[in-house]
C-alpha cells in the first residue's frame, strides 16, 4: 500500500486529515462562517490538524475561540504550542502571557523564538523577567531576538545587561552578528546613551570580524537597495544621539 492509498490524517505517512486542509483552504478565502467547524479540529488526534486549525483561526481573527486554543499550549507536540502561541499573539490573548511565557523554556530554540515573537506583539510587560532572562540564552539569534523584544518594550532599565550582548562572541561570525545587531538597534530604540562607549567598542573590536556582513538601510534613489556595515549603523546611531563617534575611540 503506497501513501497515497492510507487514510487521510494516518499516523504512518504523516498526513494531516483532508478536512484540516480544507479548513486552512477556507481561512485563506476568508470564510468567517466555517470558523465552528475548523475549530473542531483544534482536538483532532494529528497535531499537523491542530496546527493548521490554529492558524486558519488566527486568520479569521478568530477571538471567540482563544479559549479553545489556550490548551495547546500544554500540546504534547511543541509545533503544536508553538502554533498556538503564534495564534493567540496574532487574536490579543493578553490573559495568556504567563502560558505562553513557558514555552521561553523549551528545549528547542526556534520555540523559544516564536514565544518572543508572540510576547512582543502581546506587549507582554508582565513577562520581563522570563524575557530578560534569554539575554544570557545558548543561542545567539534569541539572545538577539529578547534585546529586540526588551526595546520594544521601552525597558530602559534593561540597556546595560542588553549592552553585554556585544561582548558575547560565538564560533560564527554569522551567528554574533545575528545577535549584536538586533542588540545594538534595541539600544537605539532604548536611546540608551549610556551605552555609548560600548557600541564604539563594538564598533572598533568587531570590525574585523564581522565587517562583511551588512543590514538593510533606509533606501534612497540613487541605491534603492542599500546596505550599511555594524561600524557604519554604530556610528549613525551616535549621531543621531549628538555623540561625536571620534571622542570615543580612545
Do not use: Y
Not at 486554543?69 to 487574536?91: H, K, N
Amino acid at each position: 500500500m503506497t501513501n497515497c492509498e492510507r487514510a487521510p490524517g494516518c499516523r504512518t505517512c504523516g498526513r494531516p486529515p483532508v478536512g484540516a486542509v480544507v479548513a486552512e483552504a477556507l481561512a485563506d478565502l476568508g470564510a468567517g462562517g466555517a470558523t465552528k467547524d475548523i475549530a473542531r479540529f483544534l482536538k483532532h488526534a494529528h497535531p499537523q490538524a491542530r496546527i493548521l486549525a490554529a492558524g486558519a483561526l488566527g486568520k479569521l481573527k478568530a477571538t471567540a475561540f482563544v479559549d479553545d486554543l489556550a490548551p495547546l499550549l500544554d500540546d504534547a507536540d511543541v509545533r503544536v504550542q508553538v502554533a498556538s502561541a503564534d495564534t493567540l499573539a496574532q487574536l490579543g490573548a493578553k490573559a495568556h502571557t504567563a502560558r505562553i511565557a513557558r514555552l521561553l523554556r523549551a528545549p528547542d530554540a526556534w520555540a523559544r523564538s516564536h514565544a518572543l515573537d508572540a510576547l512582543a506583539a502581546l506587549q507582554a510587560q508582565d513577562q520581563v523577567g522570563e524575557i530578560r532572562a534569554l539575554l544570557k540564552d545558548e543561542r545567539p539569534s534569541v539572545r538577539g531576538k529578547a534585546a529586540r523584544v526588551l526595546g520594544r518594550l521601552g525597558r530602559k532599565e534593561c540597556a546595560d545587561e542588553i549592552a553585554t550582548i556585544l561582548t558575547l562572541e560565538s564560533k560564527d561570525p554569522h551567528d554574533d552578528f545575528f545577535s549584536i545587531v538586533p542588540a545594538v538597534e534595541a539600544l537605539r530604540t532604548l536611546e540608551a546613551k549610556g551605552t555609548a562607549r560600548a557600541l564604539k567598542r563594538v564598533a572598533l573590536d568587531k570590525s574585523e570580524r564581522l565587517g562583511r556582513f551588512t543590514v538593510p538601510h533606509e533606501a534612497t534613489p540613487e541605491n534603492p537597495w542599500r546596505q550599511i556595515t555594524l561600524a557604519e549603523l554604530i556610528d549613525e546611531i551616535l549621531r543621531d544621539w549628538g555623540i561625536d563617534p571620534k571622542s570615543l575611540k580612545d
